[in-house]
Every structure is written in C-alpha cells, then in structure tokens.
C-alpha cells in the first residue's frame, strides 16, 4: 500500500470540511497510538457516533469509506455506532460508489487516484478493478444513493454536475 494518500500527505482542510459537511467530527490520533473505532485496526480510520478518528497514516480512502458509511445511516444506527458501521452488501457497494464520488471535492484525490488507492487496498468488485466496476456493475450502487438522496449531496459537495447518475 505503499502508493496509498495518506492524511498526512493530503489536502488536510479539504478532507476535514468534506468530513464536516457530511456531519461528522474529526479526531486526530497521535502517531502510533491506537485509532478509537477502527474496525480493521492498524491506521484504518475509526468511527463512534459523529466522530471519526484519524492518524497522520490513515488512508484518505479509509477516511473517505467511513465517512460515507456514516453518510449512508439513518439517526438511529449513528446513535449507536462503535466500530463497527454494520450494513449489508447493497449498503457497501453503495458506500464504495458514494466515496469514489466525494473523491472529486478532494483537489489531491480525484476518482482516478480513488480507484488506484482502493485497489491497492484490496477491494474486490467482480469485474477485477475498482474502475471496472464503477462503470460498468454499480447500478444497484446508485439506485441505492439516489433512494437516500446521497447523489444530490455528492453534486453539491462536489460542485460537479452528475445529471447522468440520477
């Protein structure tokens, strides 16, 4: 994972205000110090309630992925959200999608680099790439984020016109 942007490396405002706009707080982790709410532990981003909790060695696509997670909750499930951001597999696909989207407000991310950092990472879409299956197998991805309303939110958090998605 070495290609992979890190927070430290990134737009540091951007990310944060993206964060913000989609309602969650960030809490920055001191270096090597356990991240609070990390599912898969390491330097992966941690979720509790409205906070999301970041080191300097965080992938921003991990910070992305939960932020969109908590995006993609009702009140009810962020009341009670530790670690653990639950959900089924529309749910997941429909996160993946929303964070390649939200990758255009972030002017050192883009989707490009989104897809390369996520592929990297390991995710497994069944066309062999994170790009792939963007274009090609999200339908249900996208039905999803329009039912909740998430595709307009993505248009004005990325300024971006997205007519074609909706």
């Given at each position: 994972?070495?290609?992979?942007?890190?927070?430290?490396?990134?737009?540091?405002?951007?990310?944060?205000?993206?964060?913000?706009?989609?309602?969650?707080?960030v809490q920055l982790v001191q270096a090597q110090q356990k991240i609070p709410g990390s599912f898969?532990?390491?330097?992966?981003?941690?979720?509790?309630?409205?906070?999301?909790?970041?080191?300097?060695?965080?992938?921003?696509?991990?910070?992305?992925?939960?932020?969109?997670?908590?995006?993609?909750?009702?009140?009810?499930?962020?009341?009670?959200?530790?670690?653990?951001?639950?959900?089924?597999?529309?749910?997941?696909?429909?996160?993946?999608?929303?964070?390649?989207?939200?990758?255009?407000?972030?002017?050192?991310?883009?989707?490009?680099?989104?897809?390369?950092?996520?592929?990297?990472?390991?995710?497994?879409?069944?066309?062999?790439?994170?790009?792939?299956?963007?274009?090609?197998?999200?339908?249900?991805?996208?039905?999803?984020?329009?039912?909740?309303?998430?595709?307009?939110?993505?248009?004005?958090?990325?300024?971006?016109?997205?007519?074609?998605?909706?």
């Amino acid at each position: 994972m070495s290609n992979v942007l890190l927070y430290k490396d990134c737009n540091q405002p951007a990310l944060t205000a993206l964060l913000d706009a989609l309602g969650l707080q960030v809490q920055l982790v001191q270096a090597q110090q356990k991240i609070p709410g990390s599912f898969w532990g390491d330097e992966e981003a941690g979720l509790i309630k409205s906070t999301i909790y970041i080191r300097p060695d965080t992938p921003v696509h991990s910070a992305l992925h939960e932020a969109c997670h908590f995006a993609c909750m009702d009140d009810e499930r962020r009341a009670s959200l530790h670690t653990n951001a639950g959900g089924n597999s529309a749910e997941e696909n429909a996160v993946c999608y929303l964070q390649i989207l939200l990758s255009d407000a972030l002017p050192d991310v883009g989707r490009r680099k989104m897809f390369s950092d996520m592929d990297s990472w390991g995710y497994s879409f069944r066309l062999g790439s994170t790009e792939r299956w963007f274009s090609e197998d999200a339908n249900e991805a996208r039905l999803l984020l329009q039912q909740k309303g998430l595709l307009k939110l993505a248009d004005r958090l990325t300024h971006s016109d997205r007519s074609a998605f909706q």
